[in-house]
Structure formats: structure tokens, C-alpha cells
């Protein structure tokens, strides 16, 4: 594949799927599918679904949940099955959640432990005025597009408080979502009506908007010396992760987040690492490296993903790469792949390929 069409991120981003997808084989077949079939589709094997210590590509989950929702013709798989999901099955992230004091806790934990999960994802908790915005997005905006996760994250979260609160028709006053532009009136309408909320779309992540008061709402699945033991075994985890990454692939990473965050600037990446600029600088000339070729190098690759979603113009992606002029996104681009981003994206037409994975 030229370079013009590989839009890749430092590293592959991976995902355990036994903490995610406990019982999908059970669920496929109550419905009538073949588990086997559909795992064979989407690349995977049924030891992937089980191994507590296996990872897999991030991008065949992805698929494997919109290859479920094709293969039982249920638009709303992916928040039916989040729905009926235990989080104690969703590993260290659940576990330690549900064993929290307080709701404010379990979900700082999911922030937390997150990476023990999945890599590559960004998990957000934040209160403005009365309201607690509790949401989750891909460092790579294309997996965004994915609709069945975003469903299945949002429906685990719930599942959370509702679980931890011991009340199971609690929900958030909103849900907010990616683009649902090609959703039916009567889809929606079903939507809205498995969420017990009112949905609104649009977003660059997916999440839900609820009282900031039920944050300090005591959790009756409290469990202070599971907590402790699960924390343990999730720190353990996650250092284990931070010695595998490669400090590039680490310091791109970084950079990614905060250009979706839209504050790219070089003091920010520092501050997010607990460097000084100086120290940044030095570490990055240490390599051959400096902050605007690293920073040209991430927005590339978003750039190439952000344009796979037909549903994105060329104006929002600019801005989404935090560029404040459509013209020099333009430039920029074409600096890159050696054509403007409309005709890039033109010749996808032309000739399709699937969404590149990173290398």
C-alpha cells in the first residue's frame, strides 16, 4: 500500500476481549448464529473471546460487533448486548468500579484502568454547572464511526451506576453520540427507548449527560478489600503496558490526544507527560526529532482516517485537526499525499480499500 493510503498509528492498538465480550457466544447462538462463522469473518478465533491475557487487533473487535449486528439484522446489537452485560465480567475496569466507594470513584477508576482493556481509547469524566459529563473516544477518530461500540460503551457505563446505586431503571438524562445521520425515525425512536434517555448526535465521543449530584451517591457494591486487590493486580497491569510502548510511540500518542482534545500546543503535550518543555525538547533531540514534525506526522494520520467518514467535510476536519483556516488544512495536506484533501478522497471513491490498520 503507498504511503498516500496508509493512515497508521504508532502501534497497533489492542484489546482483551474476554473482559469485553463474556458470553457473546452464548448470546449469538440464543439468536440463532453460528459464534464460529462470525468470529471467522472478523478474524478472530473463540480462545480470543475466553484468554483473559490475549489481545487482539482493536480494529477486528470493532468489526466483529458490526459483523453481530449484520448477521442477526439487529441495528442495536451492540446496545442490547452492552444492555444485558455484567461489568464484574468486564475485568480490572469493572471490577474495580463496582468495588468503589462512591460513583464519582468507580468512574475515575474505568479512566484509570482503561488501558488494561483496550489501548488507544480516551475515557473522560468532567462537571459543568448542575451536570456530569461521563464519556469515551478513540485516539483515532475512524474507530469513532464504529456505531457498535460507541453503543456498547455507553450501555456498559450505565450498567455501572445502575449496578453500583442499586437501581436498575436509573438513567441519564442524555446520550450523546457520534453522527446518526443514516438512523430511521423508527431506529431512533428504538434507541431512545433502550436508553430510557433522550438522544442527541454530533459528537466527536460517545457518552451521557446526568445530575453531577448522583457523583457523590455512595455505591452499595462497595467492597474496600476488593478495591485494594483489584487495584493492585490493575497497577501491576499497567505497568506492564508502559514497558512494552516504544517512547515515539508513546510521545504520538500523546500528541493525538490532544489535538482530538483541541489543545496541541508543545507546553500542553509537556504538561501532560510531567515534563518541562526543556526536558520535552532535549528528549526529542535526543531522537532526531522535533515537535512540529511530530505533531505534522500525528495530524497526517488523522487527517487520512477523518477522511474514510463521508459523513465529515472538509471544513470539520480542519478544524478538527485544529487548523482555524480550511486553506491551510489544504496546503498542508497536499504538502503530505502530493493532492488536495478532496481529491484524496475522491480517489478512495474510485478505488476502495478497507480502513488501514496501523502498521
Known amino acids: 500500500m503507498s504511503a498516500a493510503h496508509t493512515a497508521s498509528l504508532p502501534a497497533v492498538p489492542t484489546i482483551n476481549l474476554a473482559s469485553l465480550m463474556y458470553g457473546l457466544d452464548d448470546y449469538l447462538r440464543e439468536r440463532g448464529a453460528v459464534p464460529d462463522a462470525i468470529l471467522g469473518r472478523a478474524g478472530l478465533a473463540a480462545e480470543d473471546l475466553t484468554d483473559p491475557e490475549r489481545r487482539v487487533p482493536l480494529i477486528r473487535f470493532l468489526g ?10 439487529d441495528p442495536h446489537f451492540g446496545l442490547r448486548f452492552g444492555i444485558q452485560y455484567d461489568p464484574r465480567h468486564g475485568g480490572v475496569v469493572g471490577n474495580v468500579a463496582l468495588a468503589s466507594r462512591t460513583v464519582r470513584g468507580a468512574l475515575q477508576t474505568i479512566a484509570r484502568y482503561l488501558p488494561t482493556m483496550v489501548d488507544s481509547a480516551i475515557y473522560r469524566l468532567e462537571v459543568e454547572g448542575g451536570s456530569a459529563y461521563s464519556y469515551s473516544y478513540y485516539i483515532d477518530p475512524l474507530m469513532m464511526t464504529y456505531r457498535q461500540k460507541n453503543d456498547w460503551g455507553v450501555a456498559f457505563v450505565c450498567n455501572v451506576i445502575r449496578q453500583g446505586l442499586g437501581q436498575p431503571d436509573w438513567a441519564p438524562a442524555e446520550v450523546l453520540l457520534p453522527q446518526l ?11 431512545m427507548s433502550l436508553l430510557r434517555a433522550k438522544v442527541r448526535s454530533g459528537h466527536a465521543w460517545a457518552g451521557i449527560r446526568f445530575d453531577a449530584a448522583v457523583l457523590e451517591r455512595p455505591m452499595k457494591t462497595a467492597n474496600a478489600t476488593l478495591e485494594r486487590l483489584m487495584r493492585h493486580y490493575g497497577d501491576l497491569q499497567l505497568a506492564g503496558l508502559e514497558t512494552q510502548g516504544d517512547e515515539h510511540a508513546r510521545l504520538r500518542r500523546s500528541i493525538a490526544q490532544l489535538v482530538v482534545e483541541g489543545d496541541n500546543s508543545v507546553e500542553r503535550l509537556a504538561q501532560s507527560l510531567g515534563w518541562s518543555v526543556r526536558t520535552l525538547q532535549r528528549r526529542l533531540a535526543a531522537r532526531g526529532l522535533n515537535y512540529s514534525d511530530l505533531l505534522a506526522q500525528v495530524r497526517k494520520t488523522l487527517a487520512l482516517n477523518l477522511l474514510e467518514n463521508p459523513s465529515l467535510g472538509i471544513a470539520q476536519i480542519a478544524y478538527c485537526l485544529g487548523y482555524s483556516e480550511v486553506s491551510t488544512f489544504n496546503q498542508a495536506f497536499r504538502r503530505w499525499v502530493g493532492q488536495p484533501p478532496r481529491d484524496y478522497r475522491n480517489s478512495r471513491k474510485s478505488s476502495p480499500r478497507p480502513p488501514s490498520t496501523p502498521d
Open 181 to 191: 445521520a443514516d438512523e430511521s425515525v423508527a431506529a431512533r425512536r428504538e434507541r
Open 64 to 73: 466483529l460487533l458490526e459483523i453481530c449486528a449484520d448477521e442477526l439484522r
